[in-house]
């Protein structure tokens, strides 16, 4: 069951990992089609347009590095540098989205774009935090195959 699991993961993080490249890609016409039931939108479509791409593209690379970890999980080899490499990498990105939506308030400050800001910084937290776990695994990894 934990395997099926893992691979509906890897398939629904390859799903998201493309979609989400597809609608980074239509973010301006998104925005303007929503511009015409919003007028904020269609008064802001460039400065909203360009949050929104920096943003999407922050997220596929955390998804990018997310599908780079489960190959790992599939491979059951967790615990390698490389997976301490994406977490803090995904740390990193999702500071930049929560400093890049922190921009949004200048536009349009919602109770939605301060919880989104708090997730982010969260989540960076919560990876920066992990890879040192994952380091720490690492190394006792490395220091039990040498005794071998």
Known sequence: M?????????????FLYYAGIIVTILVPLIISWYGNYNSYF????????????LSGILAVLI???LRKMFRS???DNCFIPENVNSLRKMGTYSFCI?????????????PAVLIVILVFVIAGLFSKVLSQVFQT??????????TI
């Open 2 to 14: 934990n395997r099926k699991l893992t691979v509906f993961t890897k398939i629904l993080l390859d």
């Open 42 to 53: 269609g008064n802001n479509v460039i400065s909203l347009s360009v949050i929104f791409i």
């Open 63 to 65: 998804i990018r590095e």
């Open 73 to 75: 999980v599939l491979d």
């Open 98 to 110: 929560a400093v890049i939506t922190c921009c949004r308030l200048f536009l349009y400050m919602t």
């Open 137 to 146: 695994a690492v190394n006792y990894k490395q220091e039990n195959d040498l």
